[in-house]
Structure formats: C-alpha cells, structure tokens
C-alpha cells in the first residue's frame, strides 16, 4: 500500500466509470502518475433473426493477476485525457469503439449481426458472440465465449469482466438470435443498472457493450479508470 504524503493529505486509491456513450475529458489529479484502464466498445445492433456480437473488451493494468493486454497507462499530474465511450449499433449496425488518451487504449465496437443468404442469419461477433437463428439453440455468449446457434457469432475468448479480474463486474453479452423451436437468451453482461442479468430487451445481452437482438440496437461501452492520487 503507498504511504507517501503531500502534506496532510496521504494518496488513495480511485475507481472512476465513464458511461454513456459520448466524449468525456479527465484531468488527472496530484499524486497520479499511472492509471489502470479497462474499455469496453459499443454493443452491435441485431439483425431481424440473429443477434450481435457484444463490444470488445481491453485492460490495461500494473497487477498482472487475471487478463490484462497491456501495462498500466503513463500519465502526468494535471494532463487532460480524452476519453471516448463507444456508442451501441442500431440494426444492422456495428457499434463504436472506447478509446483512453489515444488509439493505443482503444477497444473496438461490436459487429452487426449479418443477413441470410440462403442460410440461417449469421449471430454477430464481437467481446462475446451473438446467438443466430436456426433450428438449434440460439444464445448469445457471455464472458468472451461465442453465441450458440446454426451459425454463431464469435467472442474474443477471454473474459470481460472489469479489468479482467476474477472478481469483477460481467461486460459485453452477446445478442440473442431468434428461434421458433426453443428459448433464445442474450448473454450475461452488466446490465445498465450495473446488476448482472440476462438481456431480453431493446439493449441485447447488456448494458455496456451488451449486443441487440432481433432487429434492436446494441447496449452502449464504458470506460473504467483505476488510479492513485492525492485524497481531495
């Protein structure tokens, strides 16, 4: 733990989420020299019968326990980071990439759900996989793993919960893809009232960076922040 002390004031340890989608600016405080970042893209829109892939998730972090693609950021007292959480797709549409301080802290947007062409609607891919139509199960996946279905979407294969610790809130669940035959889910994925849960509504499989399902939008990214600073 960092003792070291700016007068009366000792550093302390910050978590700052970034949510919506939208443009954000972070003035980095006294003290803070580093900063753990996790981003999560812009969920993708479903098709009509398919859904789409979940927003692709980054972290970049000092503590080497879980999932990391990268070491913490270099920052200095007083900069000014440009901060941009990626906006969820409507139909069709691929959702945007989350970016901290510039495009080597980026995570990339979901991608749409893709039409039949004389085959079952192709489940999106993306951080967790959309689900697509077709005559089996048709789920979208949580936690990096692809959606189920005729032809599922893929997921990035490794987890995305906050800075891919163990122990950390569940992002970007894929799209459901519909099915007559059976139940259709979207996949587990924070919700945006930040509560794990399966996704059936206009948002997919969650809130940030959930995937849409059946023609809906994708849920929007985040941009999560964890830094030592001077307490204020």
């Known amino acids: 733990m960092r003792r070291s002390m700016m007068g009366r004031k000792k550093l302390q340890l910050f978590t700052k989420r970034f949510y919506p989608a939208g443009n954000y600016t972070w003035i980095v ?5 580093e900063v753990d970042v996790f981003l999560v893209g812009g969920g993708a829109g479903g098709d009509n019968e398919s859904g789409g892939g979940a ?23 007083g900069e000014l980071i440009n901060i941009i959480v990626g906006t969820g797709g409507s139909s069709k549409q691929s959702g945007s990439y989350s970016q901290f301080k510039n495009s080597n802290y980026r995570a990339g947007g979901g991608l749409s759900a893709m039409d039949s062409s004389g085959h079952w609607a192709h489940g999106g891919n993306g951080g967790s996989g959309g689900g697509s139509e077709g005559y089996v199960k048709s789920n979208g996946g949580s936690d990096g793993s692809n959606g189920t279905g005729d032809v599922p979407g893929i997921g990035q294969g490794h987890t995305t919960r906050d800075f891919g610790e163990p122990s950390g809130k ?20 924070g919700t945006s009232d930040y509560t794990e849960g399966k996704g059936l509504g ?22 999560l922040i964890r830094y030592w600073a001077y307490e204020e």
């Open 202 to 223: 206009s948002q997919g499989g969650g809130g940030y960076g959930g995937g849409g399902y059946s023609g809906n939008r994708g849920g929007d990214g985040t941009v």
């Open 170 to 189: 569940r992002n970007a669940g894929g799209g459901a893809g519909k099915n007559s035959y059976t139940g259709y889910t979207g996949g587990v994925g």
């Open 29 to 33: 405080p006294k003290g803070c020299t």
């Open 55 to 77: 927003g692709y998730t980054k972290t970049f972090k000092k503590d080497k326990t879980g999932w990391r693609d990268g070491d913490a950021v270099m920052v200095t007292p």
